[in-house]
């Protein structure tokens, strides 16, 4: 490779011994520029990846001197084959892991009927919550919230009932040979971070740095004193914090250097992306490749549709193979089935126990909360779909999914569309705008609401996943918005819209 300025820059700091923090743009080439530095010295390094298929391609590209693993696999050499007799264990029914944990009745809670199945989940939800966190004692906070309890006394009584049981499958998972509860890699990764490891290596190269999780930050940056820390990641693009990921790269205490110069996008798509980069107050701006022609247009056959939600996602299968189109999905059909398996529950007067839906009698009680109560605001374009076609209809649309291979178009969640690309792309209709403030500007026109960062990250990863063409589609508004155009002052911005 011949290398950029910015990645020279990177090879230098590296060889002068310095911690990094590597904030690199889409398509800027971080892979390469991790294997540039890792080949300026014969010092031993470990390459430590989000997930297995790229850490083995990972393999194929860095000097032998590198490992290239999964931090997975890293807990499971030192700590995890002790438990090989329970990983992958039988799958059961969540609830009757709860009754071997002793929860056998159910619960009131403000309104709510807390049944001792929504209570078994909410306990296993504990302990994963705390399994991703740095925390050496599992506490009141990782008790996950509920759809119906988001009432902060409420949560506190469902703290008070939940823990106990979440401190038991704690003790039971520690228990190398047999248990109740299904042993998973998560779990031996926290029972590695508990013990403070060391690990080898004269440096540490940690790629998506902005979407680790607290635990393995914690060992990441543990090993401060007797190796080289590198992480390189893109701040912008931290997107899983609803998860418990965290953007470590922001306040890392290191020579921070950015990779801006991106390969997959000409300037036009480069100017896109730094608009929603400002609004996300991110900490790098891109520069296209003059070579790559990227235009923004309309697209009527594009190669994926990138969506803001599971919902949304299943509106546009339902829309394509209605249009005749061989539709993929990216990550499969489970989550989409999983959904409309639960509203078919519900509409049938059967209690569901999706995580989100499973405080909810029936299906009348779902439709209220959707649209009454702001806090099930996301659910309605999902209430508004099932009662358009009826589960069966959209379960009958999931059994027609074929393999992205052999689709026509992928149809694709912005979070899974990360680490992506595309020729043509077109924004889905469910980005939609933020809903006008509560006060009038100055002259009485309603003024639109602040841009929130996190939907600017989400946009941002969206809009950066084309090569050739990106249709703006359902994030157009910001064309009318003011923060997305200064030049425009709020009442031009509501006469653009039509208001």
């Known amino acids: 490779m011949n290398p950029t300025d910015e990645q020279t820059a990177a090879a230098d700091a590296f060889r002068a011994g310095d911690h990094l ?53 890293l807990a499971y050499a030192a700590i995890g084959h002790r438990y090989r007799g329970r990983l992958n264990g039988p799958r059961q029914a969540v609830w009757k892991t709860g009754m071997a ?90 029972l590695w971070a508990l013990t403070d490891p060391t690990i080898e290596a004269d440096f540490l190269l940690l790629d ?68 929603w980069l400002t609004l996300a107050d991110a900490p790098i701006r891109l520069t296209g490749t003059a070579a790559v022609p990227t235009e923004l247009a309309p697209v009527d056959r594009p ?31 489970e989550g989409l089935r999983s959904l409309a398996t639960a509203a078919r529950d519900l509409k049938e007067g059967a209690r569901t126990w999706h995580p989100e839906l499973l405080l909810f009698a029936s299906w009348g009680e779902l439709q209220e909360y959707a649209e009454h109560d702001p806090s099930g605001a996301d659910l309605k374009p999902f209430v508004d779909l099932i009662d358009q076609y009826g589960p069966e209809v959209v379960l009958a649309a999931v059994d027609q999914l074929t393999p992205e291979t052999h689709a026509d178009v992928t149809i694709s969640t912005a979070h899974r569309a990360k680490g992506r690309e595309w020729a043509r792309v077109r924004i889905a209709g469910d980005f939609t705008r933020p809903t006008d403030a509560d006060q009038p500007d100055a002259k009485g026109h309603p003024a639109p609401g602040p841009i929130d960062d996190s939907e600017a990250r ?42």
Request: glycine share 8%; proline share 4%.
């Open 303 to 333: 190669d994926a549709v990138l969506c803001r939600t599971n919902i949304g996602a299943m509106t546009e299968v339902m829309a394509h193979l209605g249009a005749g189109y061989r539709v993929g999905l990216a990550g499969g059909g």
């Open 21 to 73: 923090a590597l904030q690199a743009g889409a398509g800027t080439g971080k892979t390469s520029t991790l294997v540039l530095l890792a080949t300026t010295t014969q010092r031993r390094g470990r390459y430590i990846a989000f997930n297995k298929s790229i850490s083995q391609h990972a393999a194929t590209r860095f000097p032998s001197t590198v490992a290239c693993k999964t931090a997975h696999s």
């Open 458 to 499: 989400l946009a941002y990863v969206a809009v950066t996943r084309t090569r050739n063409c990106l249709d703006l589609g359902g994030l157009s508004w910001i064309n009318d918005h003011p923060d997305g155009n200064p030049a425009f002052s709020p009442s031009t911005a509501c006469r653009l819209r039509g208001a």
């Open 208 to 275: 998506e740095a902005q979407d680790t999780n607290p635990v393995l930050e914690h060992v990441f940056t543990a090993q401060r004193a007797h190796s080289q820390l590198v992480m390189v990641g893109d701040s912008a693009q931290a997107i899983y914090g609803w998860r418990g990921a965290r953007d470590v790269m922001t306040g890392f205490d290191g020579h921070t250097l950015t990779l801006s110069q991106s390969f997959r996008f000409g300037p036009s798509l480069a100017e896109e992306a730094n608009r």
């Open 101 to 190: 944990l002793g929860i056998t009745q159910a619960v009131r809670i403000g309104d709510r009927h807390v049944t001792h199945k929504a209570l078994s989940h909410a306990v296993l939800r504990t302990v994963t919550r705390y399994c991703h966190s740095a925390d050496r004692t599992l506490s009141r906070h990782h008790v996950p919230p509920l759809r119906g309890l988001e009432d902060k006394d409420l949560h506190t009584q469902l703290a008070h009932i939940v823990l106990p049981f979440a401190h038991k499958a704690w003790a039971d998972l520690q228990r190398p040979d047999d248990g109740v509860v299904r042993f998973d890699h998560d779990h031996y990764l926290k």
